[in-house]
């Protein structure tokens, strides 16, 4: 799978080579481009962007470098992404679909954002993704955009290695889809007097997956009680009902 990133900060991506992605890199599963905007931008100081209009503070990205660096950049089976806080919720389940893509495209905004033609433009060339990484504002969207890849990178077949599967995660669609993991522990059984649940040393394969599950729903119970209220009551097994 291929990633390619525009950007006027090139240098935010050096993360890219390293842990998990690189070693996927290495091995010929993904592939990364990053390329700064400014090598589209032709007048002396190399300007991408401009003042607002209708007023109002902060610049807004300049169109026209954005289009030669789009054009040159896209291709027929491209999908590009572009981070907003005003997008459709970045989620597991939108991970899993750009995944299937053979070519993202990211175009990372600054300041207060890119101008709103480019996105207007390439909806009539390729599937185009405004997405969010949260209600919150970034000053850039260079780190959502490596959330992104490493979201999307982990769910490329063989990125993982096979001991780490990918559908107990949180949020993995299926009977995880709107629950989070459970705690995990590790050696040594006891430390700082604090021991690991004894089911979780029985051996007992079966119970330990249901000692799982019930603690997903703890957890998600506490901490994210408004994905409870989305669970398909189709999901539940016997057992979850009597939760
Ligand atoms: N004025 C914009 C607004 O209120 O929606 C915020 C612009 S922000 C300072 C600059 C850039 O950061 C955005 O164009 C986007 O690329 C990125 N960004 C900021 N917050 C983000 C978020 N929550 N998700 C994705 N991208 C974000």
């Given at each position: 799978m291929r990633f390619d990133v525009i950007t006027i900060f090139p240098e935010y991506f050096s993360p890219l080579s390293a842990s998990l992605l690189?070693?996927?890199?290495?091995?010929?599963?993904?592939?990364f481009g990053v390329h700064d905007l400014r090598d589209w931008a032709y007048d002396r100081h190399r300007t991408v962007d401009d003042t607002p209009y209708g007023g109002g503070p902060g610049m807004v990205m300049k169109p026209a470098p954005w289009g030669e660096a789009l054009d040159d950049v896209l291709t027929p089976e491209s999908r590009l992404v572009v981070p907003t806080p005003s997008g459709r919720p970045f989620t597991q389940a939108v991970a899993g679909e750009l995944a299937s893509a053979p070519h993202l495209v990211f175009a990372c905004g600054r300041y207060e954002g890119?101008?709103?033609?480019?996105?207007?433009?390439?909806?009539?060339?390729?599937?185009?993704?405004?997405?969010?990484?949260?209600?919150?504002?970034?000053?850039?969207?260079?780190?959502?955009?490596?959330?992104?890849?490493?979201?999307?990178?982990?769910?490329?077949?063989?990125?993982?290695?096979?001991?780490?599967?990918?559908?107990?995660?949180?949020?993995?669609?299926g009977r995880m889809e709107t629950l989070v993991e459970g705690p995990v522990y590790t050696k040594p059984p006891v430390w700082r007097d604090r021991e690991v649940p004894a089911v979780l040393k029985s051996g007992h394969h079966g119970k330990i997956a249901r000692w799982r599950r019930d603690e997903a729903f703890r957890r998600t119970a506490a901490l994210r009680p408004d994905l409870l209220a989305r669970l398909d009551p189709k999901a539940l097994d016997k057992h979850d009902r009597r939760l």
């Open positions: 690189g070693k996927a890199a290495d091995k010929g599963l993904l592939s890119i101008d709103s033609r480019v996105m207007a433009h390439y909806r009539d060339v390729v599937e185009v993704h405004e997405l969010s990484i949260g209600d919150y504002v970034l000053a850039g969207g260079e780190v959502a955009v490596l959330v992104m890849v490493e979201a999307v990178s982990r769910l490329v077949p063989g990125v993982l290695g096979n001991a780490e599967s990918v559908s107990d995660d949180s949020f993995a669609p």
